[in-house]
T-cell receptor
Framework: DQQVKQNSPSLSVQEGRISILNCDYT??????FLWYKKYPAEGPTFLIS?????DKNEDGRFTVFLNKSAKHLSLHIVPSQPGDSAVYFC??????????FGKGTSLLVTP | DAMVIQNPRYQVTQFGKPVTLSCSQT?????MYWYQQKSSQAPKLLFH???????NEADTPDNFQSRRPNTSFCFLDIRSPGLGDAAMYLC?????????????FGPGTRLTVL
């Protein structure tokens, strides 16, 4: 059963605007959450993470928000750039090594 | 550049014919992972090696095995591939186990089963 869900398979955003990618999880034992970015023909690369003791983590244009009560996290990209066009995977773990991934959201940033 | 390399990038095999996928790393990481990603699905961890210690996920079919002859190399063996084993296979490494150890992924091997 899918413990990490990304319900939007795709998202299109204009350059300069905000991209918001959403992720929901079902396992309340998850305590560390990550976002990976994947370009075609390449492996996923780590983007940003957040521990369950925080509700926000920011790194440049990328911010991840965590709402534990709703079991929801989101990735905000501001401003979006064409080079951000990629598939974004949400992942979660319970302090272990095993990453539970979502199916990914394909982001297209148009000029 | 230090990296995770997977060979071949594309592999075609016949139903029931054993196949081996290869992964190598120049990062000198202790942990190597194999993930399976079927079309439009999430990557799913099959197993990992922590140094020489093999760790199988509970729901990984017996058809899938792995070898790690040294720190740099790890192999995924599929003994009798079925049509349902067609997928992208991703290798990843991390310095140590635990959530805070970033996993570095290779580009994947896409397996087709005829």
């Amino acid at each position: 059963d899918q413990q990490v869900k990304q319900n939007s398979p795709s998202l299109s955003v204009q350059e300069g605007r905000i991209s918001i990618l959403n992720c929901d999880y079902t396992n309340s034992m998850f305590d560390y959450f990550l976002w990976y970015k994947k370009y075609p023909a390449e492996g996923p690369t780590f983007l940003i993470s957040i521990s369950s003791i925080k509700d926000k983590n920011e790194d440049g244009r990328f911010t991840v928000f965590l709402n534990k009560s709703a079991k929801h996290l989101s990735l905000h990209i501001v401003p979006s750039q064409p080079g951000d066009s990629a598939v974004y995977f949400c992942a979660a773990t319970n302090s272990g090594y095993a990453l539970n991934f979502g199916k990914g959201t394909s982001l297209l940033v148009t000029p | 550049d230090a990296m995770v390399i997977q060979n071949p990038r594309y592999q075609v095999t016949q139903f029931g014919k054993p196949v081996t996928l290869s992964c190598s790393q120049t990062l000198n990481h202790n942990v190597m992972y194999w993930y399976q990603q079927k079309s439009s699905q999430a990557p799913k961890l099959l197993f990992h090696y922590y140094d020489k210690d093999f760790n199988n996920e509970a729901d990984t079919p017996d058809n899938f095995q792995s070898r790690r002859p040294n720190t740099s190399f790890c192999f995924l063996d599929i003994r009798s591939p079925g049509l349902g084993d067609a997928a992208m296979y991703l290798c990843a490494t991390s310095r140590d186990r635990g959530a805070y150890n970033e996993q570095f992924f290779g580009p994947g091997t896409r397996l087709t089963v005829l």
